[in-house]
């Protein structure tokens, strides 16, 4: 069974052994960048948010009114989810130096490209100097 990206970077800084399907790049760098992540930031957060808009939509349909007071619930979580998200991207930009070329290249919810994300030229350098 294949062990989940965190479990995995743990085990590398222990151990330095690379879990299979993954790359060292990806434990260096610190943060996972392959499957939805190469697209989305944050494809989770994204969602569920969705799925708190769908679930008022889903009520206004049901009761056949245009607003429903279930709203302000829904419209609390996802203010919650945006709230989260940018303390979220602040954590991790100040954490990880690469961070800001993935910002740069990868949109926070939805894509921005249909290319996946590729590292630029600078930060590989960094990656390079890291190394070093």
Avoid at 35 to 44: D, I, K, M, Q, T
Avoid at 99 to 120: A, E, H, N, W
Wanted: glycine fraction near 8%; include cysteine; charge should be positive.
């Amino acid at each position: 069974m294949r062990k989940d990206y965190q479990t995995g970077k743990q085990e590398y800084k222990k151990s330095g052994k690379v879990t299979a399907g993954y790359k060292k790049e990806d434990y260096e760098r610190g943060f996972i960048t392959s499957g939805l992540w190469a697209y989305s930031r944050h494809p989770n957060f994204f969602a569920e948010q969705t799925i708190w808009f769908v679930l008022y939509q889903w009520s206004c349909f049901a009761t056949e009114n245009l607003y429903s007071y279930t709203g302000i619930g829904s419209a609390a979580l996802i203010l919650l989810f945006q709230g989260s998200t940018w303390l979220t991207e602040l954590i991790t930009s100040g954490k990880y130096t690469d961070y800001s070329d993935y910002q740069k290249q990868v949109g926070m919810f939805l894509p921005t490209s249909l290319r996946p994300y590729q590292p630029s030229a600078e930060a590989k350098h960094q990656a390079e100097k890291k190394k070093a």
